[in-house]
């Protein structure tokens, strides 16, 4: 059975602050991996994915994350966060067939 | 494109009474999903579809839900009868992929569902 730990629940920085979330999966078979963000009053959107090659992916504005295989984790990151970036953000894994599990959410609070 | 649609948006009901929404995603996407968010945690998987076929459904109670994608399109979910752990956004995504891509998902709005 697939699972997806965030462990986070809350993190508040100052603008321009660097960000890490953390995102460790279980999971035995081939797997890809995603970050969700929802903004207040919007939808869940993706942020970035990993489904095969480079483990460190770039997504949109400016986020990135990195795949490490050996430590089940796909740990997502920005420089330098805004104001605009005050949002849910929310790990998932799929596997071969679609099959997906979500984390929990970490709340990001940046201050202006 | 349109994105995918879910009606109601909310919804308020007693326990014990039955309560349907509705999903239509993007058009010729295969795969449909619906997932029950209660507050405070991630969405939880209740069904999978890959165009009129279910893939998935462990984890969705059957006593009391059901689901059907007639046509391989829009989707409807149901509860009958609803009782008050319900409460809960429940949301619909759809994804362009079949197996061995990558299932990026595309999110609607998700209905809200108030048991009292």
């Known amino acids: 059975a697939q699972s997806v730990s965030q462990h986070n629940h809350h993190v508040i920085l100052s603008e321009a602050a660097s960000l890490e979330l953390g995102c460790n999966y279980s999971?035995?078979?081939?797997?890809?991996l995603f970050w969700y963000v929802q903004y207040p009053g919007q939808h869940l959107q993706l942020l970035l994915k990993?489904?095969?090659?480079?483990?460190l992916v770039k997504g949109i504005k400016g986020f990135e994350a990195e795949f490490i295989k050996s430590k089940f984790s796909f740990n997502l990151r920005k420089p330098s966060v805004q104001w605009s970036d005050t949002a849910e953000y929310f790990c998932?894994?799929?596997?071969?067939?679609?099959?997906?599990?979500f984390g929990d959410g970490t709340t990001l609070t940046v201050k202006p | 494109e349109a994105g995918v649609a879910q009606s109601p948006r909310y919804k308020i009901i007693e326990k014990r009474q039955s309560v349907a929404f509705w999903c239509n995603p993007i058009s010729g996407h295969a795969t449909l999903y619906w997932y029950q968010q209660i507050l405070g945690q991630g969405p939880k998987l209740l069904i999978q579809?890959?165009?009129?076929?279910?893939?998935?459904d462990s984890q969705l109670p059957k006593d009391r839900f059901s689901a059907e994608r007639l046509k391989g399109v829009d989707s409807t979910l149901k509860i009958q009868p609803a009782k008050l752990e319900d409460s809960a956004v429940y949301l619909c995504?759809?994804?362009?992929?079949?197996?061995?891509?990558?299932?990026?998902?595309?999110f609607g709005p998700g209905t809200r569902l108030t048991v009292t």
């Open positions: 999971y035995g078979g081939t797997v890809n």
């Open positions: 990993y489904f095969s090659g480079d483990p």
């Open positions: 579809f890959q165009n009129n076929g279910v893939v998935d």
């Open positions: 995504a759809s994804s362009p992929e079949t197996s061995g891509s990558s299932y990026e998902q595309y």
């Open positions: 998932a894994v799929s596997d071969y067939a679609g099959k997906s599990t």
